[in-house]
């Protein structure tokens, strides 16, 4: 059960609700966001006590939830979340892309993609910093380095722009120079790493984990609204399974299964859901008619020249065909991009 | 190495070609189609003996194959195979759909589901006579006079029926009833059913198992091909995953993935590959738009009644509306439905 | 729920059991064994006429079964299943290791390894005679001619043979030439082989399928049950996953699993299961340790010559040292080998 | 290609060794090890250059290592990895038990638990202080307080403790007060704290995640022995498959397997690996007959009032049976318990 308490209520109030929580016997969950307070009730059956809190004044609803996600879920808000990031609109009719380099390899690099992918309709710039690669030889990124440049190349081409913070330390530095900090597929269940970005008001796009089923991708979504931080984007990006030719089994079962469960934005990888470039625009085309909001793409000038994972990357004039593609689905579907 | 004879090849002639073969120390495999037949050379690197099958009078082309299966890719043949079941074009321009209800459970049953999927657009009837089920208990279908049946409705109808033949003894009275002979998921590599339906001429639907990689389906493909029958279909109906919210995972990106590797129609089975109701409509768009040649649907008037696979089967009126979604992305992506 | 009739019963009393039964609004499901009739009663809570039938003269016992396999469960018999092949006991305290090649690929080889193997204290000699293989171009066995070399090294070293049927008119001449015929894992759901095998008498040996949950195994093995055939053996050999580094993943956890759900005997395939040499050994002593009433291992005089499957068969002196490792297990944990 | 230089080498030795392999076109990777500095040359097919190292006075040896694990494999060191944890030895004859509750959940309860599976023959006591939890509203561990409590009942037992730190920003405490930290398979790719606790001494168990292969395992391992920490223990908890009747599947071939390719201890933990009370026994004498050098068990004094995992934890009875059933496997092969 989820009580909203109206925008103005005080410390005092929250605190009333509180104790009544706990003496029925319940245990409070308290969210404070931007505007208002929000007291999940964790236990047994609580709605049988609804009436009790409805019948306060500082209350404005309560809500009964029975799914173990609860401020994530459909149940607890109907109409489907929205949000601006750097002015793009993330969640509503347009579908958004965001595309750029596995990693950010150089300042060349990165200002040349970010002016192909704008140039070809892309809304946001992403790019790695914070490098999580399987084996300690590989590269691991630019670091902090890598966050300037990308700061720097938003602000000449004025994208907004997304990258991986992997570590909870580093959540503070990637808010301060990105617009939307990513948690990757390998720290979707790191739950540290998610309080730390919950606390936070950077908006936040989640992959699912390679192993992880959809209910579990919320309930780790629960954990960053839990913490106050509702502007959540969610991201399919391939499941590991007995399939060998592709790198991932890219599931976009799960977009009109999350569309259904839950209130938030989301997107889909085909870069690295496929791992095979010659399936991006396929699966591109198919994630939105499946009822994506956006897409994540690699971009890669050349691709057979990049530090991490060109075998996936499109090279400028597949993406611009790839943004050709969608529109025609998008269009026909009543959507825009 | 793949030798194809010209039309007119004599039976000596064709002797003399598998003689020179074994010579060389190759194993011959013959593959007498309606109008030529095809000689599979299969040993190591045979293609070093090109120009000794090329200087061959009755010899039309030798073409070499590195893959493992041979006649079912597009290194055998480049352009899409197309081709014709009771008046309804298979692989072509126009995307196909088959729907009907899972089982055949009486006349008036499926009359009155033929009658709706083709007034909404489909084009061909499906049902199943021959049930494969996971336990003895279960409805195992109406057998011969469930055939009966589909033939019947599709003299009413005018459309063409593809049902399912589980051994290799059902495979000439499914024949003799219907116009396209299904393989089920669970018999794609039961070899002796597939030497069986290759060894006729009637058009097959060949489903993925749901543990069979791509590769291994284009091997059982390669079976029916290299027994001489060309009309095959194949067939995305979703893989066993850990994913616990939908019955299967559907994997759509086997769909761009087969469209590369071989000439073959295929198609998607959203009902199957979801098991939800609510996701067949969204995952029959994405499927279009991945670039499959139609769609094989469930619909059933009343799913609550079915006698099998209910919580997946479209009542008409979704199936309407997921005809109109589908001709949406179809024209979209210059295809017509 | 399951009623047992007693020994002496007519068919005029089995038909008055089976009237009732409709009466009462269920389904019968009779099953003919050597010696007694037993009639399933399939419906909605059938437990609640329990007395109807126990006061009937002809009936035996009445037995409630609440899991959807009901013959093949723990809740129809609690002592395990125990029966004698060719003078092998299967299922009783000495666990049975069957051993051979792979395919049988000709006289002087299946003779080799049936002795060596024997030497070795094998109780049971393995080999295909038809071979399902992935490609149609890959060695097919040897057929009715494998199945009289199996029969004749039976007879010349007294050991009883298992071997593969994988198309139901195949089961009758497999009967005939072996002691034990297998099913394999690409048809554990081929219904119609199964119920062939159930109208038999001859034992079967039913492989997990590689993508088919325990339960599945169990619904498989209830309709050969069901068709009157009590002699099964199940076993497990390993499941598809996506580790890569071995062919399948072993599941070894089915063995104490099966164990619990149902009073067959099971045995587990170290070889195709790993599809590594290197792992036979260690593997095979865990599954005697699991609580598998023996094992199914491929010998090969010389593995690197072998036509089918060479990557995984053990030489000889690899096999003996198996032997001596798994007495060793046995032996600790007070069975026999 | 690993170069292992003297003992004694100084700081200007060592920078000579990597300027010379940067003058050769490769990236030195630097690892400081209690005794010895070991330098990873890093590019393509250094081993052309072996000799230009072994001629060099302060190099003891220059390994080369095909695959993509370094430090971790057996091509770099044949012997078995053996070290002492609070006078236990892993990785040696005897086979060790770490037992405990998943959580602590207060004094008296631990302590209970630590006195009864010392008795029944335990070496270390397993205790989680920080858990990750799948939802934000279930219990999370009692965090520091948990250590401190875990650190008292070590002094009361003498039994060293091992327990999960998910944080970086932990292993400094978690290394304060306990003897092995362990990193749980939700963060066997959570680089930073690989690299944290890579570069503390404080032995480590390593969990394989429940989508990651064995290679991938070795890979995280190789960033741990990489920063210089040795004392690493691997292992196997079970990996995420389509069997749903277990809660993982227990993948016992990963324990020759690792053995094979790596010098590292590797132990089971049965209890998350099947996620049933009564599969623990059988598949942890199963996983010492697969060579494991070791388990970690869930023990509860009453399961079913445990706030985690309840439903898979032993009784103490069932423990010490558990313990005089794997010391006859290791017993019967040759090992001790």
């Known amino acids: 059960m989820i009580i909203t308490l109206k925008p103005d209520t005080t410390q005092k109030g929250i605190e009333h609700v509180v104790e009544k929580i706990k003496e029925l016997g319940f245990a409070p969950h308290i969210s404070k966001g931007a505007k208002r307070t929000i007291i999940g009730v964790i236990g047994e059956n609580p709605i049988r006590y609804r009436s009790v809190f409805e019948a306060m004044f500082i209350v404005e609803s309560v809500v009964p939830i029975s799914r173990p996600y609860k401020l994530v879920s459909r149940e607890f808000k109907k109409e489907n979340t929205k949000f601006k990031v750097g002015g793009v609109e993330i969640g509503g009719k347009k579908v958004v892309v965001m595309a750029g380099p596995c990693a950010v390899e ?86 540290d790493l998610l309080r730390e970005v919950g606390r936070g008001k950077c908006p936040v796009l989640l992959k699912r984990g390679i192993a992880s089923t959809v209910k579990e991708l919320l309930m780790s979504a629960e954990y960053i609204l839990s913490g106050g931080n509702y502007n959540l984007i969610l991201c399919e990006r391939g499941i590991r399974t007995f399939e060998d030719s592709t790198r991932f089994t890219l599931d976009l079962s799960a977009i009109p299964l999350i569309k259904k469960l839950t209130h938030l934005p989301v997107l889909v990888d085909p870069s690295h859901g496929t791992g095979m470039r010659d399936l991006v625009v396929p699966m591109s085309r198919a994630a939105i008619a499946a009822g994506s909001d956006g897409l994540i793409v690699e971009v890669h000038p050349r691709p057979e020249e990049a530090l991490s994972d060109g075998l996936q990357a499109l090279p400028p004039q597949d993406f611009r065909h790839l943004m050709q593609e969608i529109k025609a689905v998008a269009t026909a579907l009543g959507r825009e991009s």
């Open 106 to 191: 150089n300042r060349d690099l990165i200002l040349e993609v970010a002016k192909e992918v704008k140039g070809a309709g892309a809304k946001v710039l992403r790019g790695g910093a914070f490098k999580p690669r399987t084996s300690p030889y590989s590269f691991q990124g630019l670091g902090k380095e890598g966050l300037k440049l990308l700061a720097e190349v938003s602000r000449i081409t004025g994208l907004p722009v997304v990258t991986e913070a992997m570590d909870p330390r580093q959540v503070e530095v990637v808010s301060e120079y990105a617009h939307i900090i990513q948690i990757g597929a390998r720290n979707m269940q790191n739950f």
